[in-house]
């Protein structure tokens, strides 16, 4: 039985979280596959972790910058390793590279943090994104990087596919792999229109651009909103919501901050229109899955559609352009009936694009085919090898020097 090995940053938890919901659908796609999977992370455990060990994986906690992760790591002996973005492969990539040569090393990008990063900057700066503000940055000199050193890395979104080909990142080492959903991932029978009320917006509070949308909407957007509808309510959900968006919690206003709630899908369910107002990011986003999957209209903008809006589907809900297009969309989808059964309907063909079946077989022939010839693919990958060469000196003595200063 072949060996998976995945590196975290931080461990799963069971919001919705375009991180959470990708590590959860890469461990039960490499499952499928009669795979072990082993997950190793750094960081604490918390009491939002997904309880891995129920799901058949084996959880470790390991050190940075120490060398028994050399030991553990050679002792496991793991056919492929799996990097969770490209902070573990710089930490971890060339202990592996050293310790098990032999293994398959993959990068899941998630997202692409540095484009998030840059556009993030263009908005701080009340600038229109260009390539300009992403290239300029040192994060996307060791992102790249990382993808170079690596065998092969995921792309969540065509978006990001065609984003690195404009820059000349060869496919041979980019695969697509998008959300994936099995036909029993998708609610059937979901409550209509009149059983449901209010707003809803989810997102976990560690991520950026969820709270930069939590503080656009509670300035901008939701009085606009609830000045139409007295008596609408939003409610804001999601794990690790920081104490400056708490104080926003205005019932008076009709703006609740929750908090975590135990069930995302259900939530989602019971609510009228799901917001997500993005004004940075990358990748996919999970709270706009769950929106679609639970027939929760979904009123986002560019940011939050990239990469699931396609071309020849009508998206479930609408996708916005400034503040005030946002509130009459949300405004409208949430008094109409008609329209808002239309974004039912929509949401079918649209979840249809990411069938687990599909996507899991073309990924393990890819891998099979990789595996047979390893070296030979490498050796053609000639900035990786490079880089590999170089090793990323810098972190890699920086890692031994505070490895033999914490002796």
């Not at 499952?31 to 918390?46: E, G, I, M």
């Not at 009491?47 to 060990?53: E, M």
């Not at 973005?85 to 930490?91: D, K, L, S, T």
Request: glycine share 6%; with cysteine.
């Amino acid at each position: 039985m072949k060996k998976l090995l995945i590196i975290a940053t931080v461990w799963p938890e069971p919001q919705a979280t375009a991180a959470g919901i990708r590590m959860m659908q890469l461990i039960e796609m490499f499952q499928s596959w009669d795979f072990t999977v082993h997950f190793t992370v750094t960081a604490p455990l918390n009491d939002l972790t997904t309880p891995l060990t129920e799901l058949g994986v084996s959880p470790h906690q390991i050190a940075l910058n120490d060398a028994s992760f050399d030991v553990f790591v050679s002792d496991l002996a793991p056919d492929f390793v799996l990097f969770d973005r490209f902070i573990a492969e710089e930490q971890f990539g060339w202990r592996v590279a050293e310790n098990c040569p032999d293994a398959m090393r993959i990068l899941d990008s998630e997202d692409l943090h540095s484009l998030r990063m840059a556009r993030k900057k263009a908005v701080a700066a009340q600038e229109s994104f260009s390539e300009t503000h992403w290239l300029s940055q040192e994060l996307t000199l060791r992102e790249m990087a990382s993808i170079y050193r690596c065998d092969l890395t995921l792309i969540i979104s065509l978006f990001e596919m065609d984003w690195l080909a404009r820059f000349g990142v060869p496919k041979s080492i980019l695969v697509y792999l998008p959300f994936l959903l099995k036909e029993t991932d998708i609610p059937k029978n979901l409550p209509g229109y009149g059983e449901r009320e209010h707003f809803v917006c989810i997102g976990n509070g560690l991520h950026a651009p969820n709270v930069d949308g939590f503080r656009w909407l509670y300035n901008e957007i939701w009085p606009g909103i609830r000045q139409r509808l007295p008596q609408a309510e939003l409610h804001i959900y999601g794990g690790h919501i920081p104490e400056s968006v708490r104080q926003l919690h205005k019932p008076e206003k009709g703006f609740l901050v929750q908090g975590w709630c135990k069930d995302v899908g259900q939530t989602m369910a019971q609510a009228r229109v799901n917001l997500a107002p993005l004004r940075f990011g990358a990748g996919l986003k999970g709270k706009v899955l769950e929106g679609i999957k639970q027939g929760t209209p979904t009123v986002t903008t560019a940011i939050g559609a990239e990469g699931m809006a396609q071309e020849g589907l009508v998206w479930p809900g609408a996708i916005c352009t400034s503040t005030t297009d946002y509130i009459e969309q949300a405004v409208h989808l949430y008094s109409h009936t008609e329209s808002w059964e239309a974004c039912m309907v929509n949401r079918e063909k649209l979840l249809s694009s990411f069938g687990f079946a599909f996507y899991t077989k073309e990924i393990a022939n890819l891998l099979d085919k990789l595996a047979k010839n390893l070296n030979n693919h490498r050796t053609h990958n000639l900035i990786g090898a490079m880089l590999r060469h170089h090793h990323m000196n810098s972190t890699k003595y920086l890692s031994k020097w505070i490895e033999a200063k914490n002796k």
